[in-house]
């Protein structure tokens, strides 16, 4: 698989999502939603002939795409909105940010996917 632009983006933001998820350690919650994101990059990038095959790539875009969305809505319905920074509750802003830009970057890759 040769990368484009569009799979560097994927790469980054899902790199620094999972990475601002693990930097909230003690929150066993926050460790697996990271660990969840690098798990799935890996199904969607790593050349293992099973996931690469074009039906089971559609789902873990799918997989990826819902479980960002997932993520962002759970954030809105229960995460700490009070902006302070240097805390844990700017680090969901920075995430959030992050998610909405690997959103993006999925939908510019989805052509490429459902076709």
């Known amino acids: 698989m040769k990368l484009a632009l569009k799979h560097y983006g994927i790469i980054l933001c899902n790199l620094t999502t999972a990475y601002l998820h693990l930097s909230l350690y003690p929150d066993f919650s926050f460790v697996l939603n990271g660990l969840g994101y690098i798990g799935l990059l890996g199904a969607y990038f790593l050349p293992i002939p099973a996931l690469q095959e074009k039906e089971i790539h ?14 962002i809505l759970l954030w809105a319905v229960i995460g700490d909105m009070h902006f302070v920074f240097g805390t844990s509750s700017a680090t969901g802003y920075y ?21």
Do not use: H, R
């Open 58 to 71: 559609v789902i873990v875009w799918w997989g990826l795409v819902i479980y960002t969305v997932t993520t």
């Open 95 to 115: 995430a959030k940010t992050a998610e909405v830009f690997l959103l993006a970057f999925l939908w510019a890759d989805k052509q490429k996917e459902t076709v």
